[in-house]
T-cell receptor, first 114, second 113 residues
Framework: AQKVTQAQTEISVVEKEDVTLDCVYE???????LFWYKQPPSGELVFLIR??????QNEISGRYSWNFQKSTSSFNFTITASQVVDSAVYFC???????????FGKGTMLLVSP | EAQVTQNPRYLITVTGKKLTVTCSQN?????MSWYRQDPGLGLRQIYY???????DKGDVPEGYKVSRKEKRNFPLILESPSPNQTSLYFC????????????FGPGTRLTVL
């Protein structure tokens, strides 16, 4: 069975600090997909990134970067120079290839204070 | 505007009174899904549908029913709601199966007394 662990329940930082959100996953499949979603205080869910298991290249998008390491089954998310608008709950999710289910982690609440 | 809509957005009901939460998407997506979000548990998948007339259980299907008679609509039915179904519900859709980006509706906050 697939599983996603986000061990950090809540993180508090001060604006401009860098912060890393951890995601560890478990799967028996060799083909799978990993996602990050953001849920701001307004409640909607916003897609951030998708990565498939054959692409271990790290990705950078502005202040956001993602580090995918199959050796440690991790897909960590780093926000550089955090801003108050980054305050949200962030979810990591996993979909195994060949299946149609999506398993979310329990989420990490990030609070960025001025 | 491409979107997933859910109705109602808020609902307070009583135990045992059947209810339906509607979900509709205008993006011609094949895949649709329902999730519930509870504090400390994240999002858990209830049911999903690969296409019209094709539905299957997710991780927490007990107490829920779904139907997919049209591509755009995927209603969630609670035949006999109970207090443990008090939750925030999200509908989502994607162009192809779940390994594509999912677009989420705004959520329905349900309280069962």
């Amino acid at each position: 069975a697939q599983k996603v662990t986000q061990a950090q329940t809540e993180i508090s930082v001060v604006e401009k600090e860098d912060v890393t959100l951890d995601c560890v996953y478990e799967t028996r499949d060799t083909t799978y997909y990993l996602f990050w979603y953001k849920q701001p205080p307004s409640g909607e869910l916003v897609f951030l990134i998708r990565r498939n298991s054959f692409d271990e290249q790290n990705e950078i998008s502005g202040r956001y970067s993602w580090n995918f390491q199959k050796s440690t089954s991790s897909f960590n998310f780093t926000i550089t120079a955090s801003q108050v608008v980054d305050s949200a709950v962030y979810f990591c999710a996993l979909s195994e290839g060949g299946y149609s289910t999506l398993t979310f982690g329990k989420g990490t609440m990030l609070l960025v204070s001025p | 505007e491409a979107q997933v809509t859910q109705n109602p957005r808020y609902l307070i009901t009583v135990t045992g009174k059947k209810l339906t939460v509607t979900c509709s998407q205008n993006m011609n997506h094949e895949y649709m899904s329902w999730y519930r979000q509870d504090p400390g548990l994240g999002l858990r998948q209830i049911y999903y549908s690969m296409n019209v007339e094709v539905t299957d259980k997710g991780d927490v299907p007990e107490g829920y029913k779904v139907s997919r008679k049209e591509k755009r609509n995927f209603p969630l039915i609670l035949e006999s709601p109970s207090p443990n179904q008090t939750s925030l519900y999200f509908c989502a859709s994607s162009l192809e199966p779940v390994y594509n980006e999912q677009f989420f509706g705004p959520g329905t906050r349900l309280t069962v007394l």
